[in-house]
């Protein structure tokens, strides 16, 4: 039998198209492989969050489908994931069940009847995670300017703002609505709307969602919007006031100090650490 030899050209573009689309998809690498496989180690494919073979290849559906999964679990939890894909009697020799996790390696059953083995790691490529900063005062402008190189995809909203005043950044929004995309969002009105934009930040369901100003007056907002029907519990966790306690006084140390508490907030969130040595997940007989 001949197999497909992927197309180098077509997996690149295709990774092109889906990184300027800002889809999540994974990378898909066979690491090793025992005994009969189609897919040999250095194969390649990109798999998007459905699941889906969008480029290159790995072998028959009996590997593509435990793959398809672990590369949306991989996605949803942005954390790579290595996955052991291996015949009934294999795992049972190892004392193993198909989506059981040990030490970092999960593991799949194989049910081709070439009894092949494969290790697969997957790793999932994000888009920048959406950054929404509300208001167009000193503070809004400092944090839009500071955070350009931190990998964010930015996004100011305030009615009657328009895209040619903010040239730096890469979407700019007429208006407070929630924006489910995102995943840091930071009220920086200023007594500029403030509750609309309050409103708008804890009904989008961010990761992070911070108010520039001081606790008195987030507390007696937040008193009037849930009296309003907000989710008091979405309120409860906004940090407020924003950033971190740097002392910051101008507009640039306050933008600053609430990077920070983001970057923060983002890589304790998106890091697990592990310290136990991975083990050989697959030993040869």
């Known amino acids: ?13 295709e990774m092109s198209r889906l990184r300027a689309a800002e889809a999540p998809f994974a990378v898909a690498t066979v690491v090793r492989t025992l005994a009969a496989t189609s897919a040999k ?11 889906t073979l969008r480029a290159g290849w790995l072998g028959g559906g009996c590997a593509r489908t435990a793959i398809g999964r672990a590369a949306r679990a991989a ?30 390696v999960h593991f799949a059953r194989n049910g081709c009847p070439s009894k092949g083995s494969m290790d697969v790691f997957v790793e999932p490529v994000l888009p920048r995670p959406r950054l929404v900063i509300c208001g167009t005062g000193p503070v ?4 839009a300017g500071i955070s350009a190189r931190f990998g964010f995809h930015r996004v100011v909203c305030a009615p009657g703002t328009e895209a040619a005043a903010w040239p730096c950044v890469e979407e700019v929004v007429d208006g407070h609505a929630p924006d489910s995309a995102a995943r840091f969002h930071v009220v920086a009105t200023q007594g500029m709307g403030d509750a609309p934009a309050l409103r708008a930040a804890v009904a989008s369901a961010a990761d992070y969602v911070a108010f520039v100003g001081s606790r008195r007056k987030f507390a007696a907002l937040s008193e009037r ?30 933008a600053l100090s609430i990077l920070a508490e983001i970057v923060a907030h ?9 310290t136990a040595p ?5 030993p040869d007989r």
């Open 266 to 274: 983002r890589r304790t969130g998106d890091r697990t650490a592990t």
């Open 140 to 143: 809004a402008r400092a944090l």
């Open 41 to 51: 180690p250095g194969a390649k494919a990109l798999i998007d969050a459905a699941g």
């Open 278 to 282: 991975v083990p050989d997940p697959l």
């Open 225 to 254: 919007l849930a009296a309003e029907g907000a989710d008091r519990s979405a309120l409860a966790r906004v940090h407020a006031p924003a950033g971190l306690d740097i002392a910051a006084i101008t507009p640039d140390e306050i």
């Open 1 to 13: 039998m001949t197999l497909p030899i992927p197309d180098e050209t077509e997996f690149e573009a």
């Open 75 to 104: 996605i949803a939890e942005r954390q790579p994931r290595f996955v052991s894909i291996r015949p009934e009697e294999l795992l049972e020799a190892d004392g193993v069940t198909a989506g059981e996790e040990r030490e970092g």
